[in-house]
Every structure is written in structure tokens, then in C-alpha cells.
């Protein structure tokens, strides 16, 4: 096993000595000296699909044809077992970009376990890597590639190599500011020195460094000189719009009470871009007391009129929308505004969308105008048009601010058998916060008996972080130990969990292994063993975690049967136009097979199906993502085909890239999303299948797509 490390190790040290000006040099002659056996490209895809390492011999790696290297190193990176960690080691010292750049990302990808010996392969792949080797884009070069393998793996010693390179080739240095936050968001920390570095980065005369505040934002907390200093240079980089704008307004709120306040003021410019402002709501939305004092005080500052119906139907509406979503009670002084907007009038002349955005403001308004009262005659009146999905979510949130008793239980009792699955899933949520409803376990039950994806996910969420709620009372626990779950909620369980796999939900199935650990139901210990041998690297993460807690302490699910049924399917076209005709307007996406044919089949095949049409986009985020690609409207359904592998690559997801959804490894399917700004946390983790059009960052949740038409891209 080891032998492939040492061989690499060598070739590398006799580069450094300067044996070769070419690391590659050996490993090149001794392929060429040699009649290496023809291998099929095909035979490499169908091996990466299948999870099959041992279907990728020594020989792909060594082969004259670059193409061969390039999809073997591919399908290695994507498989990320033990055979494919040594083969890529060996890939790594290729002389082709687009190789080594897979072959870090897998080895980046496969870290855990052996960090030590990855890093310091990877720092010593650097010292002898020629800094003009590049990688086809939209993949990331060589050199991009390897730090973001450092900071997949983390520890000191990457740590200290990319705080180096801070200084150096303006590619690196960047790419190295972005995995340091890798580093931030794993670990939570940063060395002082690696923060003072990066600001040092961020605030150079000439030159500075974009995403050099990006780790920054991945942190909680820092101390007084650095938060200062942080705070400073976030706020001059904002005030000149200057270099990694984004990410310094993400920093600002972390810089204490000043830093609140200055994300406040940027938050009530209307000067502001609203991508801007929206982030600046998020991340107020996450500082308790102080960043709702901002939140309200920029609602008072920017709500002096009603939207109009351009700003409705422009991104001016997801800031809006988005500041007064994250509004909680106790209202300071905007009663008479939030009132207006409690009011906003409905008329015959609004379109779908323009009366959908209002019903939301209306309702959202009333809802904190209400405070307990979830009888509040403004709520019940907030949709005038008698649609009560918005009107009974509002309610659900007045219901939730006092204790479920009386009156306000029955009530909430009634919601939680709501024919509409988002209300249902909102009710059985409310079950979190609410330890005082003797009923739970009936609830529960009665979710997990139903057809619902989405009803039976928010049932198996509660009952693995809350497993008390599965007992109908104390009684007959032992001493010191958890109520024993009611025998509804067992036979549920193992009902639900055969429903989701036959639908192929992995998300919900992984949902129901963990529920089932949590209450340590024994008597379905055999199901959770089936998938800890399956082929799903979703579901064997999720049952040895569920085995652990049934008895099995030692338990790995790392052993599978590659999946003999894995078929390769291509796209029409190299490259697709998808076009949505939506009720918010004509959108559309470009897709790109270069990377993710799998998945670029699947999504065309489904647009010439006519699958999208009437589709909500049911997942909006302001300034961050629109997702669609859900029938059930609620993010837990999908097509009807198992799910796809993933084809994840080491891309960079900026303004308007297209990804595949996913709830875990191996767990897409009909769901997209479009990016509305830069979020490298995406970056290598999802899979990159093209770039949108114009106009996503006017969408709202609910806003439907009429029809969906494919075509080659001109």
C-alpha cells in the first residue's frame, strides 16, 4: 500500500535536488519506454460512476494519451477511496495541469485520516510546480488546486504554508486566502499571525487581495485589536466599493457593537447594491439583541414609502422581503409602518407575481404586528384572497411565542394535520422548541405515516435531536435513561424508511437512520446494517453513526460492492440553452457537460419531458441562491430516477453558476440552484454544470415556471 507513496515521494525529492528541471521527467520516460494497453475512456466513466477504483488500472495514469489521464485522474478525484488516494498521489506528479489539478482536489477531497502525509505531499507537488501549468477552465489551475487541498486538510503546517503564500503570484495568493478560510470554517480559529496576514493582504497599496477577508467571515470572534482593525479596513473597503466588497460586508457584523452599527447604516442606504443589503440582513439576523436593534432601526430608516410595483418585480423586493423576515418581536416604534405594510393593497390590476410579493409582506407584517396573538384579526386577514399557506405560516409563528395549552393547542393540533406539507412541516418544527405538548409522539407518528417527503424529514429531524418527544410518557424507562419511544413511533419509522428508499431519498433515509440511533431502536438495526453496505456514501456515513449509537461503538461502513447497474448516459449537445418561462419572466441557463454529463443529461432529458413545467422555485435567498426542481414545493422531492453520483470538480461557484442540489454525496437529482453572489464555502462541493442569464436576483419563493424548453447552444 504504501509503496506508491514512497514512489512519488522519491520522484519528487530528485526534482527539488534539481536531478530534472522536470519532476514529471521519469515517470514520462518510463510510460513512453513501455507499450502501455489501450484503455476506453468509456470504461473510465463507467468505473467513476460505479465508485469503482479497481477499475482504473496503474496504466490510465501512464498512458501517452492525455485525455486517458485526464478522465482517469477524474474518476479517481470523484471516488476518493484508499486505491484511488494512492493512484492520485501518483497523478500528482504529472506534467499536465488539468491532472494535477484533479489530482489534488481528490486527494484534498480524501484527506481525513492521513493529513499529515497529504500536506506535506501536496507543499512539496508546489515547490516543484511550474507556475504557468494551467488547467482548462472553468477549472481551477494547479497551483488554486493545491491550496484548497491544504485547507481541505487543515493542520498547522497548512496553515503556515498558506499564510506564505499570501505573498507571491496573485493566483496563489488568492487561492490560498480561500482555503485559509477552509481552515477558519473547520477549526474556527486562525493563528493571530494568519490573521494579520490576511488583513495585511486585504489592505495593500497595489494590489490587494480580493478574497483576503473571506476567512474572516467563516470566524466568530477575535480579539480587540484585530476586531478593530477589521473593522476599520471592512469599512473603507465599503465606503470605496473597493476590492472583495462582498466578503467585507460579511466581516463587519463580527467586529462588535461599532461593526453592528456600520452594518446597519450600509443596510438602510438605498445607495447600496440589495445583494449587499440582503447580506447585511443575514448577517444582523445572527447577533441576537444588538443585530435586531439595527435590523429595526434600518426598518424605520428605509420604509418611509410603500414598494411600488417595479420595485416588487426588481431584486429591490429579496432586501425588502429579506429585512422583514428577519424582524422578531418586541416591535421598538415601527407599529405604523409595519402596519402599512399589514396593509398593502391588493387590486384586481396585480399579476401573479406582484400579488404573491404583497401577500408576503401583508402577512409577514402581521405576523410581528400579532406577537402571541395568532388569532389576530390583520393576520387572519393578511391574504385576501383566501390562500392560507402564507396566512397559517404566520399564524404558526404568533402560536409558537407562548406555550401550546388550551385553545392555542388545539389549535396548533389542527395545523399540524394540515393538508399543505409546508404548513405541516412548520408545525412539527414548532415541536423543537415545545417540550410541554404531551401529544408529540401522536404527531410524530402520524408525520411519518405519510406520503410526504417533506412532512416525514421534519418528523425524523425532531425526533433525532429531540428523542424524548417519541414517548408517550416516563413510564417504564430505567433509572437515568431516556422515556423509551411508543410503539407508533417504531412501526412508523420502519414503515417510513422502506417508503423513502423506494422513492430514493437518500436525504429523508438518512433523516430516519439518524432518528432511528437517536431512540436506539434495535429492532430495525438490520435495515441501518443494510446501508451501512450499500453503495451510497450518504446513507453509510449515517449508518455507522446510527450503528454506533445501537451498540456498535467500533462500526465503519466503509466497505461497499461497487454498483454493477451504473450506466453512462450523455447529453444531446456538448453544451444546452435551457429556457424558463416563468410567471416573474423569461430566464435561462447555459449548461456545460464538459464536467457533469451525467447531470446535464438528466436535467435536459427532464426539461424535454416537460418535468419543470409548473414548477415553483421554492427556495429563495436573497443575495445568495434560487433553487428549483421540486414538485412537491417544499425541497425534499425531486425526479423519480435514483440519485445521481456526484460530478462534483474543483470549480469556483461565482455570480450566476449553476449547481446541482444536494443533501449529501450522491444524493442529486432534479434540483438546481443559481448563485446571486460569491460564496466559495460551494467551491468543489457541489456539482458546476453551467452559468445562468439575467434576472434570477428578481425571483421570489412561489414564483412558477410556466414551461422549460431545451435546445444546443448556438
Known amino acids: 500500500m504504501q509503496h506508491l507513496w514512497f514512489a512519488w515521494i522519491f ?21 513512453s519506454s513501455l507499450t502501455a494497453p489501450v484503455v476506453d475512456l ?170 483576503a477577508l473571506y476567512p474572516c467571515t467563516r470566524l466568530s470572534s477575535f480579539n480587540d485589536s484585530t476586531e478593530e482593525r477589521l473593522r476599520a479596513l471592512a469599512s473603507k473597503i465599503i465606503a470605496t466599493q473597493g476590492a472583495g466588497l462582498e466578503f467585507a460586508v460579511r466581516a463587519l457584523g463580527r467586529t462588535g457593537d461599532e461593526g453592528i452599527a456600520a452594518l446597519g447604516t450600509l443596510l438602510a442606504d438605498p445607495k447600496q447594491e440589495p445583494n449587499l443589503r440582503a447580506e447585511a440582513v443575514r448577517e444582523l439576523a445572527t447577533l441576537g439583541a444588538p443585530g435586531q436593534r439595527a435590523l429595526w432601526a434600518a426598518f424605520d430608516a428605509t420604509t418611509t414609502t410603500m414598494p411600488s410595483d417595479s420595485e416588487l418585480s426588481s431584486a429591490s423586493y429579496g432586501a425588502l422581503s429579506a429585512l422583514l423576515d428577519a424582524l422578531t418581536p418586541p416591535i421598538p416604534s415601527s407599529g405604523k409602518k409595519l402596519q402599512a405594510f399589514s396593509e398593502l393593497p391588493l387590486v384586481a390590476a396585480d399579476s401573479a407575481t406582484s400579488k404573491r410579493r404583497k401577500v408576503h409582506l401583508r402577512c409577514q407584517a402581521a405576523a410581528l404586528l400579532a406577537g402571541s396573538n395568532y388569532q389576530s384579526t390583520r393576520l387572519l386577514g393578511c391574504d385576501a384572497n383566501g390562500d392560507a399557506a402564507v396566512r397559517e405560516l404566520g399564524m404558526l409563528r404568533a402560536m409558537g411565542r407562548e406555550k401550546l395549552r388550551g385553545s392555542r393547542k388545539q389549535a396548533y393540533l389542527k395545523l399540524t394535520q394540515s393538508k399543505d406539507p409546508l404548513i405541516r412541516e412548520a408545525a412539527i418544527g414548532l415541536l423543537a422548541e415545545h417540550n410541554e405538548l404531551a401529544e408529540s409522539y401522536r404527531v410524530l407518528a402520524d408525520a411519518l405515516g405519510e406520503k410526504s417527503l417533506g412532512v416525514v424529514a421534519s418528523a425524523a429531524r425532531v425526533l433525532a435531536r429531540y428523542p424524548e418527544r417519541a414517548a408517550s410518557s416516563a413510564e417504564g424507562a430505567e433509572a437515568h435513561s431516556a422515556p423509551k419511544p411508543d410503539s407508533s413511533i417504531v412501526h412508523a419509522l420502519g414503515t417510513a424508511y422502506a417508503a423513502a428508499r423506494d422513492q430514493h431519498s437518500v436525504e429523508v433515509q438518512s433523516l430516519l437512520l439518524d432518528a432511528i440511533g437517536a431512540l436506539e431502536i434495535l429492532s430495525l438495526k438490520s435495515e441501518v446494517a443494510l446501508a451501512c453496505i450499500g453503495d451510497n456514501p450518504t446513507l453509510r456515513e449515517h449508518a455507522e453513526k446510527s450503528l454506533r449509537l445501537l451498540g456498535e461503538e467500533s462500526r465503519h461502513c466503509d466497505k461497499f460492492e461497487p454498483n454493477k447497474d451504473a450506466s453512462v448516459v450523455d447529453p444531446p449537445w456538448p453544451r444546452s440553452v435551457v429556457t424558463l418561462e416563468t410567471d416573474a419572466g423569461t430566464l435561462t ?60 470538480s474543483p470549480i469556483a461557484f461565482g455570480l450566476g453558476s449553476v449547481g446541482v442540489a444536494l443533501a449529501g454525496r450522491d444524493t442529486g437529482s432534479s434540483q438546481l440552484f443559481v448563485t446571486l453572489g460569491r460564496y466559495p464555502h460551494l467551491d468543489g462541493d457541489y456539482a458546476w454544470i453551467g452559468q445562468a442569464g439575467p434576472g434570477w436576483d428578481q425571483l421570489a419563493a412561489g414564483d412558477r415556471i410556466v414551461h422549460a424548453r431545451v435546445g444546443p447552444a448556438p
Do not use: M
Not at 520522484?11 to 510510460?31: D, F, I, V
Not at 501518483?90 to 502525509?117: I, P, R
Not at 421540486?630 to 425526479?639: C, F, L, R
Open 11 to 31: 520522484l519528487g525529492l530528485l526534482a527539488c535536488h534539481g536531478a530534472s528541471s522536470n519532476p514529471q521527467a521519469h515517470a514520462a520516460a518510463s510510460a
Open 589 to 648: 441557463l447555459e449548461l456545460d457537460a464538459s464536467f457533469a454529463p451525467s447531470a446535464v443529461a438528466r436535467i435536459v432529458a427532464l426539461v424535454q419531458a416537460g418535468f419543470y413545467d409548473g414548477v415553483a422555485v421554492h427556495r429563495v435567498v436573497p443575495g445568495f441562491v434560487a433553487q428549483f426542481g421540486d414538485p412537491s414545493g417544499d425541497g425534499y422531492g425531486g425526479d423519480a430516477e435514483p440519485p445521481l453520483r456526484c460530478e462534483t
Open 42 to 211: 468509456a470504461s473510465l466513466r463507467k468505473a467513476e460512476l460505479r465508485r469503482d477504483s479497481a477499475g482504473i488500472g496503474d496504466s490510465a495514469l501512464s498512458s501517452r494519451d492525455l485525455q486517458v489521464r485526464r478522465s482517469a485522474a477524474r474518476a479517481l478525484a470523484r471516488i476518493a477511496d484508499a486505491r484511488a488516494v494512492e493512484l492520485l498521489s501518483l497523478a500528482l506528479s504529472d506534467e499536465d495541469g488539468e491532472v494535477v489539478t484533479w489530482a489534488a482536489y481528490g486527494l484534498g477531497y480524501a484527506c481525513k485520516g492521513h493529513e499529515a502525509k497529504t500536506v506535506r505531499a501536496l507543499v512539496a507537488r508546489a515547490a516543484s510546480l511550474d507556475e504557468r501549468a494551467v488547467a482548462r477552465a472553468p477549472l481551477a489551475n494547479p497551483s488554486e488546486a493545491i491550496a484548497d487541498a491544504l485547507g481541505r486538510c487543515g493542520g498547522s503546517e497548512a496553515e503556515s504554508t498558506l499564510r506564505a503564500w499570501l505573498v507571491g503570484p496573485k493566483t496563489r495568493a488568492e487561492a490560498a486566502a480561500l482555503a485559509l478560510g477552509r481552515i477558519a470554517t473547520q477549526s474556527g480559529k486562525l493563528a493571530d499571525a494568519t490573521l494579520v496576514a490576511l488583513l495585511e493582504s486585504a489592505d495593500r497599496t497595489e494590489n490587494p487581495l480580493n478574497d
